[in-house]
């Protein structure tokens, strides 16, 4: 195996001339996106530069008490961003069971594969901890985002039907069954169409890393398959609690619509 090409400083700046590049033809054709670009790279470079510093500094000091402060970080932040997105769309009672499911759906997959599957020794072992729940936390959010989208915007046009249904005795639960199948399956879409189209329509990101730093090409698709079936059960696990527990929000004890979902 060959050894890993260091890139240096000016390689880095090369890659940047590039974008530079089509940052140029980008206002040629007056296409104003040019903030966006230049704050997602420069926001993409600090933060990438800080996250390499402190996890070298933990991973060559492993200590529970800071994998458990960053996974801490990560839930919360997730859970921010949901709610961020989202606004005063979602109600009290509707925040709590994001934040349960993403927890939950999340933190059960990621154990089982870390502790079951890969079986690392210590359990904390940041090297193997961190990143992997980095992808597993972060596609968990981004099926519960998909799926609220979908639940909300179904609950709002779909009102007249669901009253239609309930007064003709359906329980919540049925009336809003093929909304939940349907946000479900929006949620989740995504994560299947990229395991379609892995190995043979493009390569992954984390099994290129793995490669291009000297990992045996079998050993990283072996991760890569491990880490697709986490995410793919985080985001199930994840939306399948949120919807189970979500619709619930938009009736009252009553079992009639709640009028703030009324809109």
Known sequence: MSSVIDLHIYQVILGYIFIMAIFTLIRF??????KQIAVACIRMTLQLILTGFLLQYII??????????IIVLMESFAIHTVFKKFGNRLSKPLKKVVAISLVGGSLTSLLYFLLVVIQIKPWYLPQYFIPIAGMIVGNGMNGIALAINSMIEAMTTQKSQIEEALVLGATPKAATEHILKAAFDAAIMPTLNTMLGMGIIFLPGMMTGQILSGTNPMTAITYQIIIMLGILGAASLSVFIMLQLGYKTFFNKEDQLEESSKV
Do not use: H, W, Y
């Open 29 to 34: 054709k007056n296409i104003k996106r040019e």
């Open 60 to 69: 060559k000091n492993p200590n529970p008490l800071a994998t458990i402060s």
